[in-house]
């Protein structure tokens, strides 16, 4: 099946610093690609969908100037969590669609565990 | 999409069959029904996905009743390593479409 490639797998970073979680479709060109942010114990929630070329539509309560988003290529896509605080903690996970006509199949990245200390 | 439910948790034996089921009440005529596994740490897998019927590949099988309000992911003979979280989705591919999770289901099989 199609690979999703999430990078890097785990990240520390200090309170006040970005971070930058890069997500590649290796065998297929994603136009559409989701990020996702999952607490411990709890399902993942959708933060963003991310299109190529164009401006990211954001999920209500997700601030779009944290945690920027750019797809900048058919196979790329960036998420930056500004100005890190322990409450952004978390595991981030993105995924890319091959759309298949009427199908619903999303390929998931390994993920990254973000911790701010 | 579609709002689903599953049960929140499950415990089965190593080498039984487990029967996961989720209910789509409000499932749409071009939804399909697709289900995740994911293990801690890592990102949803995909294990199936059906319209209508039944559809079985190397790993599980997916039972979908005529109304098509509910679906039944079958595991067959269980080991330990298929404890993870199961998630259950309905949606469809038109333009940009949205793949959100609901609670998804613990299995936890047991030695």
């Known amino acids: 099946g199609a690979v999703v490639s999430q990078h890097p797998s785990r990240v520390i970073c200090k309170s006040g610093t970005s971070v930058k979680i890069e997500c590649r479709s290796l065998d297929f060109q994603a136009t559409t690609m989701f990020w996702y942010r999952q607490f411990p114990k709890q399902s993942l929630m959708l933060m963003a969908t991310s299109n190529e070329g164009s401006k990211a539509t954001y999920e209500q309560g997700v601030e779009k100037d944290k945690f920027l988003i750019n797809h900048a290529s058919l196979t790329l896509s960036t998420l930056t969590v500004t100005s890190a605080h322990p409450e952004d903690s978390s595991f981030y996970i993105c995924?890319?669609?091959?759309?298949?006509?009427?199908?619903?199949?999303?390929?998931f990245g390994q993920g990254t565990r973000l911790t701010v200390v | 999409l579609a709002k689903t439910t599953q049960p929140i948790s499950m415990d089965s034996y190593e080498g039984q069959e487990v029967n996961i089921t989720c209910s789509h009440n409000?499932?749409?005529?071009?939804?399909?029904i697709t289900w995740y596994q994911q293990f801690p740490s890592q990102g949803p897998r995909f294990i199936i996905q059906g319209y209508k019927t039944k559809v079985t590949n190397e790993v599980a099988s997916l039972f979908i009743p005529a109304d098509r309000k509910s679906s039944t992911l079958s595991l067959p003979r269980v080991s330990l390593s298929d404890t993870a979280v199961y998630y259950c989705?309905?949606?469809?591919?038109?333009?940009?479409?949205?793949?959100?999770f609901g609670t998804g289901t613990k299995l936890q099989v047991i030695p």
């Open positions: 409000n499932i749409a005529t071009n939804d399909y």
């Open positions: 989705l309905v949606g469809n591919s038109g333009g940009y479409q949205k793949v959100t």
């Open positions: 995924s890319a669609s091959n759309l298949g006509q009427g199908s619903l199949e999303a390929f």
